[in-house]
T-cell receptor, first 119, second 112 residues
Framework: NAGVTQTPKFQVLKTGQSMTLQCAQDMNHEYMSWYRQDPGMGLRLIHYSVGAGITDQGEVPNGYNVSRSTTEDFPLRLLSAAPSQTSVYFC??????????????????FGSGTQLSVL | DAKTTQPNSMESNEEEPVHLPCNHSTISGTDYIHWYRQLPSQGPEYVIHGLTSNVNNRMASLAIAEDRKSSTLILHRATLRDAAVYYCILRVPNSGNTPLVFGKGTRLSVIA
């Protein structure tokens, strides 16, 4: 199994440009999420989804959009990139016991990350 | 918000045991304690989790205090490959659907 696959691994954008970070998982996980990690800080949750057609905001959702049209894919869109969005982005997925939410008994599987620089 | 408290950094010699502490004094009765680690330039990976009893797996052991207000991740024989940031995580009480909240973790250095 490939697990959680993120593309691209590196990206440089100019302020105001838009782009989509891709995330795909082949484990049939219901739950998927996006985190960002800034130097010296832990991971902060951007958006998450408990199943196809369902998304919700995390701690730092501003400036990002998500959608979940399939179980496998959970893209993260930056509509107008800003220097403050320079960060490393991680996608993660897990099983959930149902569509009511994520259970602490389920472990998260992370992708290898996307390093994004906004100039 | 309830938080976990971990030392910023720790150091260990190779092939010696390492005890990584975590305080979580406001943990609620149904919250599981999870540990993840993040190797350099990689995404975090699951290490272990538990509720009340001590847990062992091939990577590590988790010792949970009787009052559940603290826990310790134990690496029985540290190797250079164990150098990473270790995160102790639990659910924030009354957080609804908000899942894992990562703190800054403990940066473990392993000396050959």
């Amino acid at each position: 199994n490939a697990g959680v696959t993120q593309t691209p691994k590196f990206q440089v954008l100019k302020t105001g440009q838009s782009m989509t970070l891709q995330c795909a998982q082949d484990m049939n996980h219901e739950y998927m999420s996006w985190y960002r990690q800034d130097p010296g800080m832990g991971l902060r949750l951007i958006h998450y989804s408990v199943g196809a057609g369902i998304t919700d905001q995390g701690e730092v959702p501003n400036g990002y959009n998500v959608s979940r049209s399939t179980t496998e894919d959970f893209p993260l869109r930056l509509l107008s990139a800003a220097p403050s969005q320079t960060s490393v982005y991680f996608c993660a997925s897990s099983h959930t016991p149902g569509r009511t939410g994520w259970s602490l008994r389920e472990k998260l599987f992370f992708g290898s990350g996307t390093q994004l620089s906004v100039l | 918000d309830a938080k976990t408290t971990q030392p910023n950094s720790m150091e260990s010699n190779e092939e010696e045991p390492v005890h990584l502490p975590c305080n979580h004094s406001t943990i609620s009765g149904t919250d599981y304690i999870h540990w993840y680690r993040q190797l350099p330039s990689q995404g975090p990976e699951y290490v272990i989790h538990g509720l009340t009893s001590n847990v062992n797996n091939r990577m590590a052991s988790l010792a949970i205090a009787e009052d559940r207000k603290s826990s310790t991740l134990i690496l029985h024989r540290a190797t250079l490959r164990d150098a990473a940031v270790y995160y102790c995580i639990l659910r924030v009480p009354n957080s609804g659907n908000t899942p894992l909240v990562f703190g800054k973790g403990t940066r473990l250095s392993v000396i050959a």
